[in-house]
């Protein structure tokens, strides 16, 4: 039997439209087309691309903060989109957020023991010393102590800060935590910490993750499956591991390459080798053939003027690309999962 996944994204899209000088809508901007997505209970997705790919559009469109152009978002027996980002308080406690910036999500004003018991103090109908005391119980699972509740956010750490928006964040159980970016703005030594955390709360608790990140390499571990973006499009979604070791889209090839190497020469030399030519939002709105055709080495004919379907990939998961097809030869994938609507 296989079971209903917790969080299950489908054919989701997103557009911002610009405001002409009269302050009319103007035109229409793809941030997401067409993306499905899964999360199971207690499993972790990693939703990795460069900037600009979209991945924020998705985690604000889960936490209800940005609305759904098109397209479903489940949540256990909840359908969000139809909700329109006015979730009712039994959605808001099980679906949780943290953010990249630790220096501005903190209100500098409060004290940590305010800013974790906040979420108690809205959802719940625990009294002062009940929050305080789960206040000492969240701290812990962060690894900071109780003399840490009175001070404020500028008394820590850029990691510290990250802990303590953790720890908010874990007050209500929640059933799922989006990161968006959680440790961007932190050094190596200390993105690694916060990754282990992470993944050291989420099977002690249970928890689900969007885990969104830039570095496919910084989140594979942790993740159980991983979904790639380029210009508003998912190209590969598969197994972590799979992913990682065997990546199938070329786009997925180029983000790993992109990892830095230890020897400043060598890397210097693979920047220059292999220059990742800035996106063009132009290509967004003309929106024909592959999101990818623009920077693909491997581009053919067909790419200019075709969507690329999901194609299985050996070892599990999909990616969106014609290398794929059948009938290319040497290849020997199945027929298409399911081909990708094209408007
Ligand atoms: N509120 C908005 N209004 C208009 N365009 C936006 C808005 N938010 C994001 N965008 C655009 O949508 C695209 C995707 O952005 P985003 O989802 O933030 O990507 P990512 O998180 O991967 O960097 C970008 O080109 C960005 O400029
Ligand atoms: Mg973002």
Known sequence: MTVRPLLEITDLSVTYWGRSLLGLRGKPFFAVKGANLAIRAGETLGLVGESGSGKSSIANTVLGLVPASSGSIRFGDHDLVAMKTRYPSEVRNQIQAVFQDPYSSLNPSMTVEGIVTEPLRVHTNMNKAERRERAIELLKLVSLQEEHLSRHPHQFSGGQRQRIAI?????????????????????????????????????????????????????????????????????????????????????????????????????????????????????????????????????????????????????????????????????????????????
């Open 167 to 343: 720890a908010s964040a874990l007050a209500l159980r929640p059933k799922l935590i989006v990161l968006d970016e959680p440790v961007s703005a932190l050094d190596v030594s200390t993105q690694n910490q916060i990754i282990n955390l992470l993944y050291e709360r989420r099977d002690a608790l249970g928890i689900a993750y969007l885990l969104i990140a830039h570095d496919l390499a910084l989140v594979h571990h942790i993740s159980d499956r991983i979904a790639v973006m380029y210009l508003g499009h998912i190209v590969e979604e598969g197994p972590s591991d799979r992913v990682y070791k065997n990546p199938a889209h070329p786009y997925t090839k180029a983000l790993l390459d992109a990892v830095p190497l230890l020897d400043p020469d060598r890397q210097r030399a693979r920047r220059e080798s292999r220059k990742l030519q800035p996106a063009l939002d132009t290509q967004r709105v003309a929106d024909v053939g592959c999101p990818y055709k623009n920077r693909c080495p491997m581009a053919m004919p067909r790419c200019q003027t075709d969507m690329p379907p999901e194609y299985p990939v050996a070892g599990g998961g999909v990616a969106n690309c014609f290398l794929l097809a059948p009938e290319v030869e040497g290849h020997h994938a199945t027929k298409p999962s399911r081909e990708k609507r094209i408007p």
